[in-house]
């Protein structure tokens, strides 16, 4: 069975940065289109982008122009760079297939306050 093991997030300032870093077990990266989405506190989880195995991506409005996805299929390694953090971004941020798959990882929690 597939696993997802997200890492990288942490505390950041508002217009901070951060990067979080998927890999998954299996050769699913180079099978399927990749994404990450994330859950708010009290809400639910939510599509944040997505990354074909060609490298065609699809983000959410709400993060367009301030994240970056890619991914490193021979590493199994899918990275998401965050820049110009809101506080609106915070929530715990999980890497699955897309569309996801029935199982999830722990995810990593990003925390953007002052």
């Known amino acids: 069975q597939v696993q997802f093991v997200e890492s990288g997030g942490g505390l950041a300032q508002p217009g901070g940065s951060l990067r979080l870093s998927c890999a998954a077990s299996?050769?699913?990266?180079?099978?399927?289109?990749m994404g990450w989405y994330r859950q708010a506190p009290g809400k639910q989880r939510e599509f944040v982008v997505w990354i074909t195995t060609g490298g065609s991506t699809n983000y959410a409005d709400s993060v367009k122009g301030r994240f970056t996805i890619s991914r490193d299929n021979a590493q199994n390694t899918m990275y998401l760079q965050m820049n110009s953090l809101k506080p609106e971004d915070t929530a715990v941020y999980f890497c699955?297939?897309?569309?996801?798959?029935?199982?999830w990882g722990q995810g990593t929690q990003v925390t953007v306050s002052s």
């Open positions: 699955n297939k897309y569309p996801n798959l029935n199982v």
């Open positions: 299996g050769s699913i990266f180079g099978i399927y289109t």
